[in-house]
């Protein structure tokens, strides 16, 4: 029996995060200012949480400076993460029509050049009716479509990869303060990390699920064995009576490395807070590794470098 | 890799015909069968070697290079489908006809219809260009429609003349009638155009980095910006360096026609 691994008084569970194959694309949007941009990636990163109900699942990667954008504006590095590249292609038009194209001032362009090619401007410049013309530029095809504050300036395509969505971590807190507390600061230091989104409001989702429910129409339910309102309840619980709210994190990256480096800055913030903070655990979802090939070891990930 | 040199033995009064003659071509030949490879000059059919001196040497790439006077012969680098043809001096016409890969530079001017139904490629001219440059062969609906082409002097009459896909720079003056008949692409001038620019324009954009030329009442002013196209394109433009360098610091004024034809050309003029 291995010895449990604690750190500055939090136990981290020999376990593992359960991670799955999903097709993903980012795309840059700049606008006239940062403002502008953000609007229109906050709108079409909107009700993108999980690929159980939205169609994909989409967050703001980073911001970009003036010089790192293809037409010197200041932009948004956006990703999404959906189970087939033709519902990735379908949920990347949709938003992107919906949300990049009506919002004033907005641009639009791959972020990644190499994979297979999904629409970008290549459908929406019928918008233009007529009116739309293309212009290649450096062998990149782009499209502008007249609108109202000018022309919406979309590239034709953007490219498709591979990626691994569903990495995890479950912070088991003492209260729902020293919880939000531990995930704020865990989705903090990812968010200064490239190739990884979490999806959810916040980063955060306090409705973590497990596969299935006593409903067979529904796909998910409740993780009760992660549920303080349902200890002494349920068969088997993960939790004890210290422990009174759980928060979970997910994390969809680009790579393998990508997610599982998010998923190692996570628990060091959240070690930093420590169980003085109030963070008592933290653990990780997986499915018994029959489901997904990517398992991301907590103990693992924590080892120093050479040792991982 | 080689580096296969044609040496022009003498200045020959008829034209010299040299299509077929390729880096592609060369490079999967040896020394005597490329000494046999058939031109012609004039209505006569000639061995190569009886025109020029073959060599061969290791190189980095696919390179043939073309020496001697060179003015006399036409269809240099015709339907190059790849490598790099180096001319070292003038050539005569039809200079990068229908190229659909490759490099081509003419380190002096290049003849009539250089560049014509061009496809792909690069081909850089130090000197300049006779007339009807990157247009089309007499008789044929689409001129370039591909690549680059990049005329570090002047351009002489109905440069991009029915210029369907590609962009085409030129460094010094263009000639009457430019980019007349365009169907799309991109077309930059650094220095002043003849009469008639963009005339019967469909679509594409034409771009005076220069002096502007006398716009065309076809054409009316755009009240849009387009402020982000344009920072796309002249920072394209720009990596040609000389009129083109500071592009995408300066502010345009665009003009949208030609409204004799489809209408959906601009001119822009560099203020």
New interface residues.
């Given amino acids: 029996m291995t010895a449990p691994m604690v750190r500055n008084g939090v136990v981290i569970d020999d376990g593992f995060a359960e991670a799955f194959p999903m097709k993903a694309t980012r795309i840059v949007i700049?606008a006239h200012n940062l403002d502008w941009a953000r609007h229109a990636a906050t709108a079409a990163t909107g009700f993108a949480t999980s690929v159980i109900a939205c169609g994909c699942e989409a967050g703001i990667e980073r911001e970009l400076a003036a010089d790192e954008t293809?037409?010197?504006?200041p932009g948004l590095c956006v990703l999404l993460f959906s189970m087939s590249g033709k519902e990735l292609a379908k949920q990347l038009e949709r938003r992107v029509g919906q949300c990049v194209l009506t919002c004033p001032t907005t641009?639009v362009y791959a972020g990644l050049d190499e994979g297979e090619a999904i629409p970008l401007g290549k459908n929406l410049r019928f918008f233009g009716d007529g009116?739309q013309?293309?212009?290649?530029?450096?062998g990149v095809r782009?499209w502008?479509v007249?609108v109202m504050?000018?022309?919406f300036?979309a590239q034709e395509t953007t490219a498709v990869t591979k990626g691994v969505g569903g990495g995890n971590l479950l912070l088991l807190a003492r209260d729902t303060d020293a919880a939000l507390a531990a995930a704020e600061a865990a989705v903090a230091a990812m968010r200064r990390l490239r190739g990884v989104i979490m999806p959810f409001p916040g980063g955060v989702v306090r409705s973590g699920s497990k596969v299935g429910s006593k409903y067979v129409s529904l796909p998910a339910s409740t993780n009760d064995a992660f549920c303080p309102s349902l200890v002494g309840l349920v068969a088997k619980t993960e939790l004890d009576a210290r422990i009174r709210c759980v928060m979970e994190i997910v994390i969809d990256g680009l790579t393998e490395q990508a997610v599982g480096e998010a998923m190692r800055v996570g628990m060091l913030a959240g070690i930093e807070i420590g169980a003085a903070g109030g963070l008592l655990r933290i653990s990780a979802g997986n499915y018994g590794g029959k489901l997904g090939p990517f398992h991301f070891h907590l103990h693992k990930l924590l080892a120093p470098e050479g040792a991982r | 890799m080689s580096r296969t040199r044609l040496m022009l033995k003498q200045r020959h009064g008829l034209r010299i015909d040299l299509r077929g003659i390729t880096p592609t071509v060369c490079a999967g030949l040896g020394v005597a069968q490329i000494e046999r490879l058939q031109v012609s000059q004039g209505n006569r059919a000639l061995a190569l070697a009886e025109l020029f001196a073959v060599s061969r040497e290791d190189g980095e790439a696919d390179e043939l290079r073309l020496e001697g006077d060179l003015s006399s012969c036409d269809r240099v680098g015709w339907q190059m489908d790849g490598g790099l043809l180096v001319a070292e001096g003038s050539v005569g016409d039809h200079a990068g006809g229908c190229m659909r890969a490759g490099e081509l530079q003419v380190h002096g001017d290049a003849g009539l219809l250089a560049a014509c139904e061009m496809a792909g490629g690069l081909l850089t001219v130090q000197g300049d260009v006779g007339d009807f440059a990157a247009s089309t062969l007499p008789g044929s609906m689409d001129g370039m429609r591909g690549g680059s082409l990049v005329v570090r002097g002047h351009a002489g009459a109905r440069f991009a003349d029915r210029m369907r896909?590609?962009t085409a720079v030129v460094f010094g003056d263009v000639g009457d009638f430019v980019a007349s008949r365009m169907v799309?692409?991109?077309v930059a001038i650094g220095g002043m155009a003849g009469a008639h620019p963009a005339y019967g324009m469909r679509?594409g954009?034409l771009v005076f980095a220069g002096r502007g030329p006398d716009v065309s009442p076809t054409f009316v002013p755009a009240l849009?910006?387009?402020?982000?196209?344009w920072?796309?394109?002249s920072?394209?433009l720009a990596r040609h360096g000389g009129p083109f360098a500071g592009l995408?610091a300066r502010r345009i004024q665009r003009h949208l026609g030609d409204l004799g034809v489809d209408g959906?050309g601009e001119l822009i003029v560099v203020t």
């Fill in positions: 700049t293809p037409d010197g504006r641009a009116w013309t293309s212009k290649v530029i450096a782009y502008r007249p504050d000018g022309e300036v | 896909r590609g799309a692409g991109t679509r954009t849009a910006s387009a402020e982000v196209f920072q796309l394109l920072r394209d995408p959906k």
